[in-house]
């Protein structure tokens, strides 16, 4: 599966928008994005995932480039409840089980 | 119904006891997989089952012995810890291998 880089730590105001940016440089042409978050203590939660296409769902919004180096999660209306570390994943869905969750973006949002 | 449960909440253990932590998912899936959470780590993959069966074991030590009662249940049972394994303990699981993972909320085990 494909490495990915993400900032270690962003800020958002609560009630703007959270822009996580994730590079993937070395993504092969069958290898999904994935986003999972993981708020304090509890069991990772699946956001949203995407191959090529744009993606969105009730939680967030996937930008992914044209050339699939890189992607963008959004948090349209960042809520306090959003604070979490955010994992940027790239897999194949037959490479295996595991998913390899990296370090992530630790996303403190604020009042 | 996105799922998965989790028993107990939180568990203390001493080094010579047994213990078995519980994994539960009414969704269908056929692929149950454990993972182990260490303090300020990302979760590791521990054990996968598909269709009851298990397909996967990354070098676990015996002291964890997995069990996959039917295909809504999985079990982890647990012998002879080491406070290093002390962690929180992530079940998941999957419609089948490869696709789309959902976790439970874990376990928080400490071994004294």
């Known amino acids: 599966d494909a490495k990915t880089t993400q900032p270690t730590s962003m800020d958002c105001a609560e009630g703007r928008a959270a822009n996580l940016p994730c590079n993937h440089s070395t993504i092969s042409g069958n290898e999904y994005v994935y986003w999972y978050r993981q708020i304090h203590s509890q069991g990772p939660q699946y956001i949203i995932h995407?191959?090529?296409n744009n993606e969105t769902n009730e939680m967030a919004s996937l930008i992914i480039t044209e050339d699939r180096k890189s992607s963008t999660l959004i948090l349209p209306h960042a809520t306090l409840r959003d604070t979490a570390v955010y994992y940027c994943i790239v897999r194949r869905p037959d490479s295996g089980y595991a998913l390899n969750f990296g370090k992530g973006t630790s996303l403190l949002v604020t009042p | 119904d996105t799922e998965v449960t989790q028993t107990p909440k939180h568990l203390v253990m001493g080094m010579t006891n047994k213990k078995s932590l519980k994994c539960e998912q009414h969704?269908?899936?056929?692929?149950m997989y454990w993972y182990k959470q260490k303090a300020k780590k990302p979760p590791e993959l521990m054990f996968v089952y598909s269709y009851e069966k298990l397909s996967i074991n990354e070098s676990v030590p015996s002291r964890f012995s997995p069990e996959c009662p039917n295909s809504s249940l999985l079990n982890l049972h647990l012998h002879a810890l080491q406070p290093e394994d002390s962690a929180l303990y992530l079940c998941a699981s999957s419609r089948t291998q490869g696709e789309t993972q959902y976790f439970g909320p874990g376990t928080r085990l400490l071994v004294l």
């Open positions: 995407g191959l090529k």
């Open positions: 969704m269908g899936h056929r692929a």
